[in-house]
């Protein structure tokens, strides 16, 4: 079975601070993962992907992140929040023909 | 081109009324998914369409939805004798399924209220 499993439902920064927001994937075979953001009543916007290649992918809005095949993970980072990166973040895989969707992340990010 | 499109935003409903959404996907793209999402919840997969084939309808899908993709083009979602269980944010996606170049846009959702 193909899951993605999002640590910690709520993540709270400081602007200015790292973000670092957690994403394990389950899969037999290495899916192409993804992140995206969702602001409030609007739809999923891609910030960015890992299909082959590089390992570490930057997105947009300044964010990254790294493909680690021995942890299954996907962590997506940013080395300075921002009030605007305050919203909804979800991880996902895809693989056989699906995209499989995290329960999400809530980014707050305090002044 | 100006991305995946959703009518309606909005719809709220009475239990046991049917209710259509329709998506318009990019227009080269050939596939198209829909997805439910509940508060709290990550993008929930419904089923999708290869042009305007049906190759996948998730089991938890009861037989009250139906979705068409007619021409391969647009595409709508029914559901029939709506219940407050279906009130939901209702996704559509669509992709090129090209290898590397994968990826799923989405449109703005409809929010389905059943009271």
């Known amino acids: 079975a193909q899951s993605v499993t999002q640590l910690g439902s709520h993540v709270s920064v400081s602007e200015g601070a790292l973000v670092l927001l957690r994403c394990n994937y389950s899969?037999?075979?290495?899916?192409?993962l993804f992140w995206y953001v969702q602001y409030p009543n609007q739809g999923l916007q891609l910030l960015l992907k890992y299909t082959t290649g590089a390992t570490l992918v930057k997105g947009i809005n300044g964010f990254e992140a790294e493909f680690k095949k021995s942890e299954t993970s996907f962590h997506l980072t940013k080395p300075s929040a921002h009030m605007s990166d305050a919203a909804e973040y979800f991880c996902a895989s895809y693989n056989f023909n699906k995209f499989y969707f995290g329960s999400g992340t809530k980014l707050n990010v305090k002044p | 081109d100006t991305g995946v499109s959703q009518d309606p935003r909005h719809k709220i409903t009475k239990r046991g009324q049917n209710v259509t959404f329709r998506c318009d996907p990019i227009s080269e793209h050939n596939r198209l998914y829909w997805y439910r999402q509940t508060l709290g919840q990550g993008p929930e997969f419904l089923t999708y369409?290869?042009?305007?084939?049906?190759?996948?309808k998730s089991r938890l899908l009861s037989d009250r939805f139906s979705a068409e993709r007619p021409k391969g083009s647009f595409s709508t979602l029914e559901i029939q004798r709506t219940e407050q269980g279906d009130s939901a944010m209702y996704l559509c996606?669509?992709?090129?399924?090209?290898?590397?170049?994968?990826?799923?846009?989405f449109g703005q959702g409809t929010r389905l209220t059943v009271v």
């Open positions: 369409f290869q042009n305007e084939a049906q190759l996948e």
């Open positions: 996606a669509s992709s090129v399924s090209q290898g590397a170049n994968t990826e799923a846009f």
């Open positions: 899969s037999s075979v290495p899916p192409y």
